[in-house]
């Protein structure tokens, strides 16, 4: 089992940016893939973007394009999302997640999961 805990959130304005990062303990960092998530108030839960072990392979969809950028430091045990631009709609709760599984990238099957970081946009 590896542990995560986020950190990051806060509120924001229309506009901004913000940093999230999710810190991972327990096991070799690197050997996992990471993933973000999020959940805004009333909806379902919503895949923002995964990376690769080595940091190589990442993915966005459509929706997440030029605003969401994640990226991780193997030697930090972190995984970090940036996120610019910031709508009132991505205000929620993001959370980083972890799995052995490699592919498909796209997958959202993960095996652990943080606690999530708020993130709040007023307009």
């Known amino acids: 089992q590896v542990q995560l805990v986020e950190s990051g959130g806060g509120l924001v304005q229309t506009g901004g940016s913000l940093k999230l990062s999710c810190a991972a303990s327990g096991h070799t960092f690197s050997s996992y893939t990471m993933g973000w998530f999020r959940q805004a108030p009333g909806k379902e839960r919503e895949f923002v973007s995964p990376?690769?072990?080595?940091?190589?392979?990442?993915y966005y969809a459509d929706s997440m394009k030029g605003r969401f950028t994640i990226t991780r430091d193997n030697a930090k045990d972190t995984v970090y999302l940036q996120v610019n631009s910031l709508k009132p709609e991505d205000t929620g709760v993001y959370c980083c997640a972890a799995r052995r599984a490699v592919y498909p990238l796209v997958g959202t099957e993960y095996d652990n999961w943080g606690e999530g970081a708020q993130v709040t946009v007023s307009s």
């Open positions: 990376i690769t072990g080595s940091g190589g392979s990442t």
